[in-house]
Structures are given as structure tokens and as C-alpha cells.
């Protein structure tokens, strides 16, 4: 009986002075809703999906179009959403992803302050300045990849990536804008610096004119379709001629096909690629989101061939800066 109490009496003491290995942050990881930062005064709003492992992870940020917002870009509204689908690339592909939410324009219309200097209803707020920050709070945070930050938008959204690469290149490693080109009327400073980009427009978008021209509803004036690859592709210094690939016609029944051009080889290793959407509309191609016939009567058909957000980030994750 004394020869246990000793032994016991050894072990408990040699338990309470072990050391202690030290405690180690843990990061919580999921789809975390409403998270708000500082911006000059004014709060801002922003969705975050964190994957298993933040180290080094690549930071995608998904921007939506005019009148919309970021629950309806994940399909939290109950909408369908083609940007859904990027939560399930971020957690196979251990990927930061960030919804910010615009902000209320004079048509009292959630959007982005994009490069269109003739888009009036747009916000007036400093949403470059919106995001720089919060790419550099995000990096910080969660120790990710600072070579690796990706940006993609639709409509608005997607003139506002442009925005973005003209203004903080160097923070952008590539970007992809759907159903959007390039403003002729621009009050943003072009850079030289060299950025991959992509674009996914439709032939026969009822609203961003694929051949260049005045959006509807009086939103601006933008290049054509061609003439803004054209500028893509002089910046970046990629081959001149393209690879082409004929998309396979899966859903025979979306009325469209799509037409991928890559334009290869360009300085710092950068690409351009057009998704020429053939006879589609103001929409985002997708197979597993599809939306509404009435809808479609607006903006015209959806490809069901693709599925952008995978097409994306195949474009995405070969980039580097």
C-alpha cells in the first residue's frame, strides 16, 4: 500500500510539472457571413470562406453585379447561383474566398464604383481603397499565398476587376470579368503593369454589347469585346494569335456554345483568354446553376456547357506573380 502511494504521489507530481507545449492560434474554418472592416470611417461588409488550411492558401475575391449582392452571389437568398460553385473548388482546393457587398448608388442600386466615368447611378465610394485593404488584412491574418490573389466579377462586378487591375496591379495576380469590357469613357489611370485576364461575354448580351457601345439603361459606354482583348493582350505582350478549342456542345438545348481563346506566353508569364459565348446572353454560364426561363427572357440564354467558376480557376491556379 506504501509502495502504490509513492508511485501515485511520483506520477502526480511529475504530471504537474511537465512542461507545457504552447498554445497554438486555431483558426476556425467554414463559411463565416457578415464580416465587417474599417474603411475610413466607414464599415464594410464582406463574406469569407476559410479552408481546412489557411498557410499559403490563394485568396479569390467574387464581386457582383449592379442590383445584386453577396448572399446573392452564394446563393444565400435562395437564388440560383453560378458563384456558388466556388465554395466547393475553395474547400477541394484549400482556396480563401472573399464576397465583398457593394454599396447603395443614386439609383438606390447595390453596385461598385467601376472605371465607367458615364455610369451615374454607380456608388461614388473609394472601392479600390476597400479592397487594397482588405486583401492586406486577409494576407496577414491568415499567413496566405501573397503571390496568389485572384479577383472575378460579373456585370458591374466585372468592371470593377478591371478597375482593380488598372489601379493595384501589383496586388491583383490575374482577373476575370464576365459580361463586361473595358469603358471608353474612363476615369481610371491605365497601367503598364502586366496582368493576366479573362473575359467570358456573350455574343448576344441584351445589355453589355458584345460589339462595344452604350449599356442599357444609360450605363456607360464600353469598347467592343475584341477591341478590349486587343488591349489585354498589348499589355501583357502575349503571341498576337490565339489557340482556339470549340467547347463541346453538352446542353443542346441552352441555344449557345462557347469559343475559348488563349492568348499564351506573355511578360511575367501572363495569359489572356476570351470565352467567346456564342449567341448567350448577360449571363454566367453554368451547368449545375440554372436559371429561370422568365429570367432568361431579360438577359438572355445561359450557356450550360461550362462551368465558370471551374473554368476560372483552371485560368487561376497556374498564376503567379
Known amino acids: 500500500m506504501?509502495?502504490?502511494?509513492?508511485?501515485?504521489?511520483?506520477?502526480?507530481?511529475?504530471?504537474?510539472?511537465?512542461?507545457?507545449?504552447?498554445?497554438?492560434?486555431?483558426?476556425?474554418?467554414?463559411?463565416?457571413?457578415?464580416?465587417?472592416?474599417?474603411?475610413?470611417?466607414?464599415?464594410?461588409?464582406?463574406?469569407?470562406?476559410?479552408?481546412?488550411?489557411?498557410?499559403?492558401?490563394?485568396?479569390?475575391?467574387?464581386?457582383?453585379?449592379?442590383?445584386?449582392?453577396y448572399d446573392d452571389m452564394l446563393g444565400l437568398s435562395g437564388v440560383k447561383a453560378p458563384y456558388k460553385i466556388w465554395l466547393d473548388i475553395a474547400q477541394q482546393e484549400n482556396v480563401i474566398v472573399v464576397v465583398p457587398n457593394g454599396t447603395l448608388g443614386s439609383s438606390n442600386s447595390r453596385g461598385w464604383n467601376d472605371c465607367?466615368?458615364?455610369?451615374?447611378?454607380?456608388?461614388?465610394?473609394?472601392?479600390?481603397?476597400?479592397?487594397s485593404n482588405l486583401i492586406d488584412f486577409i494576407k496577414t491574418k491568415y499567413n496566405a499565398n501573397t503571390l496568389k490573389v485572384f479577383a472575378m466579377g460579373t456585370s458591374n462586378g466585372g468592371h470593377l476587376v478591371i478597375r482593380l487591375a488598372q489601379e493595384i496591379p501589383?496586388?491583383?495576380?490575374?482577373?476575370?470579368?464576365?459580361?463586361?469590357?473595358?469603358?471608353?469613357?474612363?476615369?481610371?489611370?491605365?497601367?503598364?503593369?502586366?496582368i493576366s485576364a479573362l473575359f467570358m461575354n456573350g455574343t448576344n448580351d441584351p445589355i453589355m454589347p458584345y460589339?462595344?457601345?452604350?449599356?442599357a439603361s444609360n450605363r456607360g459606354e464600353v469598347f467592343s469585346t475584341d477591341n478590349t482583348i486587343a488591349y489585354w493582350v498589348q499589355r501583357n505582350a502575349t503571341n498576337p494569335t490565339p489557340e482556339i478549342t470549340n467547347i463541346n456542345d453538352l446542353n443542346t438545348s441552352d441555344n449557345s456554345t462557347v469559343t475559348k481563346h488563349l492568348y499564351k506566353n506573355g511578360g511575367s508569364n501572363t495569359e489572356v483568354a476570351l470565352y467567346r459565348v456564342n449567341d448567350g446572353g448577360h449571363t454566367e454560364p453554368s451547368i449545375a446553376q440554372r436559371y429561370s426561363p422568365l429570367f432568361l427572357l431579360t438577359v438572355g440564354n445561359q450557356n450550360g456547357d461550362i462551368e465558370m467558376a471551374q473554368e476560372v480557376w483552371n485560368f487561376f491556379k497556374t498564376k503567379s506573380k
Open 2 to 69: 506504501k509502495k502504490i502511494s509513492i508511485l501515485f504521489l511520483t506520477t502526480l507530481f511529475l504530471g504537474c510539472n511537465k512542461t507545457k507545449d504552447p498554445i497554438q492560434p486555431v483558426i476556425e474554418k467554414g463559411l463565416f457571413k457578415n464580416q465587417t472592416i474599417n474603411i475610413s470611417g466607414t464599415q464594410r461588409n464582406y463574406h469569407l470562406f476559410i479552408p481546412d488550411n489557411t498557410t499559403n492558401a490563394p485568396i479569390v475575391f467574387l464581386f457582383h453585379g449592379n442590383g445584386s449582392n
Open 211 to 215: 460589339l462595344g457601345g452604350q449599356i
Open 116 to 131: 465607367r466615368n458615364d455610369a451615374l447611378t454607380n456608388p461614388l465610394v473609394d472601392d479600390v481603397t476597400f479592397i
Open 170 to 194: 501589383a496586388k491583383v495576380t490575374a482577373f476575370a470579368s464576365i459580361v463586361a469590357a473595358n469603358a471608353v469613357n474612363s476615369k481610371c489611370t491605365n497601367s503598364t503593369i502586366k
